[in-house]
């Protein structure tokens, strides 16, 4: 099945889903608009597009939601609540709301992704939390060296929640690619943010899922995959009152 559909009483052949394609999987033939048969990766610049929505993806289910310019953002407001974000490391015992956490997810979803992959798959840990965490403990607590933290962990005390701070949400988020993932973690922590969540990258469990088959066995990571980023989310028990400096900025442009 092609993965277009395109109406051809709505389409007035304007040419803006050809010459938006990244593609070239469309193209125009005697005034009609007209697909290649192998080619697309699915988009949706073509739907996205569309001043008369003639075209609609085989494959996927739409809402006609309409865009949301990034423009109607106050651009000072969003760069400050970004230089704000804090790492959260204390948190309090209270549940995040299913809600909050498909808002998440979506997020995640629509993330960008290399050639429209959509590769990124996200593990919320749940019952599975203690059990994972136990063995992420165990593991440093033998003393295994992971990566160059061993004079670091000489100097801490390996807590029963040292990896997940007692927090009431971990989302294990893994792919064949670290940007896709990377970027998809990304989107997550400025929607958790919003939502009055803390967030803290958790990336001693992403190096005990390199060290430890059983707890690859445990999250059920897919094959091909790598853990790219663990999220443990809640609500802060602090509330951080600056901005922290950062150094310089190191840019070279030519």
Same mark, same amino acid.
Do not use: H, P, W
């Given at each position: 099945m092609n993965p277009i559909l395109i109406d051809d009483e709505k389409c007035i052949a304007c040419s803006s889903c050809i010459n938006d394609c990244p593609n070239s999987f469309i193209y125009m033939e005697d005034g009609k608009i007209q697909t290649h048969d192998k080619g697309c990766m699915e988009c949706g610049h073509c739907y996205a597009i569309c001043p008369e929505g003639a075209i609609k993806m085989a494959n996927y289910d739409f809402s006609d939601e309409m865009v949301v310019s990034m423009t109607e953002i106050?651009?000072?407001?969003?760069?400050?609540?970004?230089?704000?974000?804090?790492?959260?490391r204390q948190f309090k015992p209270i549940e995040v709301e299913d809600e909050k956490i498909n808002m998440i997810l979506e997020a995640g979803r629509y993330a960008p992704t290399g050639a429209n992959s959509q590769d990124v798959k996200?593990?919320?840990?749940?019952?599975?939390?203690?059990?994972?965490?136990?063995?992420? /403990?165990?593991?440093?607590?033998?003393?295994? !060296?992971?990566?160059?933290?061993s004079s670091y962990l000489r100097r801490i005390e390996v807590t029963d929640d040292f990896f997940f701070k007692g927090a009431p949400l971990v989302i294990v988020v893994s792919s064949k690619s670290n940007i896709n993932a990377g970027l998809a973690s990304a989107y997550m922590e400025i929607m958790a943010n919003s939502l009055g969540l803390g967030v803290l990258y958790s990336g001693f469990f /992403?190096?005990?899922?390199?060290?430890?088959? !059983?707890l690859r066995n445990l999250i059920e990571l897919e094959k091909g995959h790598e853990v790219v980023s663990c999220m443990v989310i809640g609500y802060p028990k602090v509330k951080y009152q600056r901005i922290v400096p950062r150094k310089d900025l190191q840019v070279n442009r030519f």
């Open positions: 106050n651009e000072d407001t969003l760069l400050n609540a970004m230089k704000s974000r804090r790492t959260t996200y593990t919320i840990l749940g019952s599975k939390q203690a059990e994972a965490e136990e063995i992420c /403990v165990n593991l440093f607590r033998k003393g295994k !060296k992971v990566g160059n933290i /992403v190096m005990c899922t390199k060290l430890s088959r !059983k």
